[in-house]
């Protein structure tokens, strides 16, 4: 439970932006999106070499 203390006279908009990234550091919208579809592990890690190999592929180019 995310739980914001506000100070008397502090604006609402700045409680509602501080508790809009508590939340988002949670990671509870990201978990609920993986978790709409079922991707199977030879895919996720297929996924992550692919990654990799991208950003190796950029980093050599930057040299």
């Not at 692919?50 to 050599?60: G, L, M, S």
């Amino acid at each position: 439970m995310i739980v914001i203390p506000v100070k008397e006279g502090e604006n609402i908009e700045r409680a509602l932006k501080k508790f809009k990234r508590k939340f988002e550091k949670t990671g509870v919208i990201r978990e609920l999106r993986e978790r709409q579809a079922f991707i199977k592990p030879s895919k996720k890690k297929r996924e992550i070499v692919k990654k990799a190999v991208y950003k190796q592929k950029i980093q050599e180019e930057e040299e």
